[in-house]
């Protein structure tokens, strides 16, 4: 076994230890067993990093792999199946480490950040236990090998998800946020596993490698279209987890978890687990999913933007933009961009990590005020939060400068390679689309900095609440509550949460992943996380490439084909790059073309990937100009509305009603859903509870009846002939008897004379006899 | 007068008819247990004569054999009969077997 694999699975299993530990004991333990987490969760972290770093930094080397498995259950010979073994394994590529420290590092930053926000709370121990089954869910994902395990985890994922949703159970609004979280998870997971279950019928393994082997080697038996309902089946648990439209609604109610929670779901495991799934299935998905994914991801981001403009909750902003950009990755996985998408996973982690604790730390700082009209100026009292807060919001506004810029501009730059390579027309949608929201985006971060930290407290305006209960069991009591000035009773949060920010806004500069601002392809990032070519359709084009099979089958045929001229291109100046990756993509369609005439699909093949990719890089200067425009204009927007108060936002608000209140109600989603979803199964439940009650209930009434009819008959014959036969025999017997007994006198002497009368009968009879 | 001088068989079982027919009576009639157990004597008393007149006139000795068994065994009977009328008596305050039906029904 490899050194990394084991280290691996001791990062798997460490974060299930401080599970155990907590949940059982954190009642034992001094502190409530908080450092157990934090403790255990640094160390995580250092594992995970001292593998990012063996990998990425020291190996760099984009075709990477080393992976190891077993054979975990072995049903033998099942009959009417064959041979049934299912194994695990982990697989530890330049994605997995940057995933494995990515998610580590954030997790234990919100370990260390829950012990100052959860601190006072009840169930303060086993927070960090279900951290612990949290991150140990996660990490079970990012290091499957294959579906068979992905899929467990995913559960587990779904499962954990629920119970820090609901964490703070009491409350009404909480419970019904897990309970809606997870039923949404459910209905994409049904897809995916009836995905899963289409590759395994046809392939009998779980196994990424050999899936994507044996469709490589077109073993695929059931023809395009079942694969790429495999593919957008697939996708559905992505839909779900990462909360993709139309199964978004779940994550902004999901915001009743406590804050930290919001951070580690919202950042970096749950959400970020659809977004990794489909780039771990990315090779198989045929070009009619990917633009299913590209559409989905493109209204995703778009509608998630329209009603984060509007929201007052300050979390609620975030969940939003948390939506709106999963909704950029998505777009970006379907259009291609794969690698841009997971770099924009990565960036939008820490920043987005970064905002929510950042808004943790206000919610905490305004003992749980969370409605962003009620704030206003705490860049005074809270510098390191406003500094923090304020950088990951440029960063996910996409201004230059900042990680967010490089992975937005990737995506984007994707998107318009994608319309302009598949020849425009209706794909022009999903670049407009992306824009579109990327210009919204800054318009409602602009609006949140400058409601949350700009101008005078407006706490004084909110109107009495008389069933407001803060837990202010852990505000800043004991400190100088008569703080000067508009925010009263406001200061900055102690160490263990300013800390994370600090880190997390150090990660959301451009430097971390790109020593040039302007072009993140420059940076280790896009150069070790390259896009795979796929593996669907074309036997042509495998056999047509002199690259062997085995390479092939492990998904790097790309990787080995057109990266070289990739890194040439970047290298190089830009027309001589468009002119090798040219020519890369016109090899490939000659060898498409040359091998097989009659094979299926060659259009999904790698021409076609490699001409995405040519505009894509045409596109760069482009996207990065367009988007730059339009993240100024949104932020001017703001300026505009909120700071120099041109436009009055509320006059606005009023005069374009309809829109405003399209966009404050979620465009009506939930209602769209309760209407037919939810009123649908209560008809349906009522269809059914009617055929209940009458037809299932009237055959066993009927049948009761029956029964009932027949024992009237039996018991009537039982009782007239059977016990009428034993009676009369009982009344034989009673009247015989009362006969009889009327001879027993108890006289000795009527006994002498009946013997007398005997003796003279048998003489009688005798003589009788003698005589004839 | 043969009939009274010439004494033969018939004279025997008359007479042991006779006794019979009182003794039966008496058993038959009488409330006193201790006259009904003397009607019992009489009848094995008949049943005596009858056994001896037999025997004298067939020859054998087997009717004396008879006879002698029954007296002892009418001794036996006598006594055992006497003590379960003593004991009727202790019980009952009375050897009226009429009165003394605890069997019936």
Known sequence: ?772 | MELLTNIGLNHYLTISALLFGFGLFAVMTRRNAIVILMGVELILNAANINFLAFSKYSGGMEGVMFSLFIIVLAAAEAAIALAIVINIYKIFRSVDVSSIDTMKE
Not at chain 1, 54 to 80: C, E, H, K, L, M
Not at chain 1, 133 to 157: C, H, K, P, Q, R
Not at chain 1, 686 to 691: A, G, H, N
């Open chain 1, 1 to 772: 076994m490899h050194s990394l694999i084991q280290l691996s699975i001791a990062v798997l299993l460490l974060p299930l230890l401080s599970f155990v530990i907590l949940i059982f004991f954190n009642k034992r333990l001094p502190r409530r067993g908080d450092f157990v987490g934090v403790g255990i969760l640094g160390t995580t972290f250092a594992l995970s990093f001292y593998i990012f770093w063996s990998v990425v930094v020291q190996a760099y080397d984009p075709a990477f792999r080393v992976a190891w498995d077993f054979t975990w259950i072995d049903f033998g010979n099942v009959p009417g199946v064959g041979p049934l073994e299912i194994r695990m394994g982990i697989v530890i590529d330049n994605l997995t480490a940057i995933m494995l420290a990515m998610v580590t590092l954030i997790s234990f930053l919100v370990h260390l950040y829950s012990t100052g926000y959860m601190s006072g709370d009840p169930r303060y121990g086993r927070f960090f236990a279900f951290l612990g089954i949290f991150t140990f869910s996660m990490l079970g994902i990012v290091l499957a090998d294959n579906l068979f395990a992905i899929y467990i985890f995913w559960e587990l994922v779904g499962l954990s998800s629920y119970l820090l949703i609901g964490f703070y159970f009491e409350k009404d609004s909480a419970a019904d946020a897990q309970k809606k979280a997870f039923l949404a998870n459910r209905v994409g997971d049904i897809g995916m596993w009836l995905g899963i279950l289409i590759l395994y019928s046809q392939f009998h393994t779980f196994s990424y490698q050999e899936i994507f082997a044996n469709l490589a080697a077109g073993k695929f038996g059931l023809g395009e279209a079942w694969l790429t309902a495999a593919g957008i089946l697939l996708f559905m648990g992505c839909v779900g987890k990462s909360a993709q439209f139309p199964l978004h609604v779940w994550l902004p109610d999901a915001m009743e978890g406590p804050t930290p929670v919001s951070a580690l779901i919202h950042a970096a495991t749950m959400v970020a687990a659809g977004v990794y799934f489909v780039a771990r299935i990315f090779v198989l998905l045929t070009a009619d999913a990917l633009h299913v994914i590209a559409f989905i991801g493109a209204v995703t981001a778009f509608m998630a933007a329209t009603i984060a403009i509007t929201q007052h909750d300050i979390k609620r902003v975030l969940a939003y933009s948390t939506v709106s950009q999963l909704g950029y990755m998505v777009l970006g996985l379907g259009v291609g961009a794969y690698s841009a998408a997971l770099f924009h996973l990565v960036t939008h982690a820490f920043f987005k990590a970064c905002l929510f604790l950042g808004s943790g730390a206000i919610i905490h700082a305004m003992h749980h005020e969370q409605d962003m009209r009620w704030m206003g100026g705490l860049r005074k009292p809270m510098p390191w939060t406003f500094a923090t807060f304020t950088l990951a919001t440029l960063a996910l506004a996409g201004l230059p400068l900042t990680s967010g810029f490089m992975s937005k501009d990737a995506i984007l730059a994707g998107a318009i390679g994608f319309a302009a390579a598949e020849g425009g027309g209706i794909y022009w949608i999903i670049p407009f689309l992306g824009f579109f929201s990327a210009m919204l985006t800054a318009f409602y971060m602009g609006r949140q900095i400058w409601l949350v930290f700009f101008g005078e407290s407006r706490t004084h305006l909110k109107p009495a609440d008389p069933h407001h209960h803060g837990h202010d069991a852990h505000g800043s009591h004991g400190h100088d509550d008569h703080h000067a000035g508009e925010s009263h009773g406001v200061h900055e949060v102690a160490w263990n949460m300013r800390a994370p920010l600090v880190i997390l806004a150090a990660l959301s500069v451009f430097a971390v992943y790109s020593p040039d601002p302007l072009d993140g392809a420059k940076g280790w990032f896009l150069k070790m996380v390259q896009t795979p070519a796929t593996v669907v359709g074309s036997p042509g084009n495998t056999a047509g490439h002199e690259s062997s099979p085995l390479a092939l089958h492990e998904g790097r045929l790309l990787a080995e084909a057109v990266p070289p001229a990739q890194h040439k291109a970047e290298s190089d100046a830009h027309s001589e790059g468009v002119a090798s990756e040219a020519a890369s993509g016109v090899h490939a369609e000659a060898a498409g073309a040359a091998a097989h005439g009659e094979a299926h699909g060659h259009e999904f093949s790698d021409p076609r990937q490699a001409a995405i990719a040519h505009e894509a890089h045409a596109a760069h200067w482009p996207a990065i100009m367009i988007s730059s425009v339009m993240v100024v204009l949104g932020i001017s927007l703001a300026f505009v509305v909120y700071v120099f108060r041109i436009i009055d936002p509320e006059k606005t608000a009023r005069s374009i009603r309809p829109l405003y209140l399209y966009s404050f109600n979620k465009w009506y989603w939930d209602e769209i859903y309760d209407a037919t979803f939810i009123k649908g199964s209560v008809l349906i439940s009522k269809i059914l509870s009617w055929f209940d009650a009458n037809i299932v209930d009237g055959i066993v009434n009927g049948v009761g009846a029956m029964t009932r009819r027949v024992g009237f008959a039996t018991g009537g014959f039982d009782k007239y002939v059977v016990d009428g036969a034993v009676n009369f025999t009982a009344f034989l017997v009673n009247t015989s008897g009362g006969v009889l007994r009327k001879l027993q006198t108890g006289k000795v002497q009527t006994y002498v004379v009946l013997l007398l009368l005997a003796v003279i009968g048998y003489f009688i009879y005798y003589f009788t006899q003698l005589i004839y």
